[in-house]
């Protein structure tokens, strides 16, 4: 089994900025992408970004140039550094990864329980 562990979310104005982290643990024999979903009220889940096996990373075209993921493959880490943030990005963000948990297991999908992100106007 694979636990999420994020942290980072919070309350901030307009115009700041945000770090999320987002740790796995657990049964992991290799990972095959690491990112993020949000869902804001009444709204569906959607993709934020993802950073997928090879290193590359595809984001939500809402985020563009504002925000962007990387990860530390040592520490199972993905992290989500948001800048000019903007009201509309007011959300729960999940981390999301895909593993596989053995050596012959198919990669599987994992949520993360979520961290609330609000920005003010």
């Known amino acids: 089994q694979v636990q999420l562990a994020e942290s980072g979310g919070g309350l901030v104005q307009a115009g700041g900025s945000l770090m999320l982290s987002c740790a796995a643990s657990?049964?992991?024999?290799?990972?095959?992408?690491m990112g993020w979903y949000r869902q804001a009220p009444g709204k569906q889940r959607e993709l934020v970004a993802i950073i997928i096996s090879g290193g590359t990373t595809n984001y939500a075209d809402s985020v563009k140039g504002r925000f962007t993921s990387s990860r530390d493959n040592a520490k199972n880490t993905v992290y989500l550094q948001m800048n000019s943030l903007k009201p509309e990005d007011t959300a729960v963000y999940y981390c999301?990864?895909?593993?596989?948990?053995?050596?012959?297991?198919?990669?599987?999908?994992?949520w993360g329980r979520g961290t609330q992100v609000t920005v003010s106007s």
């Open positions: 999301y990864v895909v593993a596989r948990t053995t050596v012959s297991g198919i990669p599987e999908p994992y």
């Open positions: 657990g049964s992991i024999f290799s990972i095959n992408g």
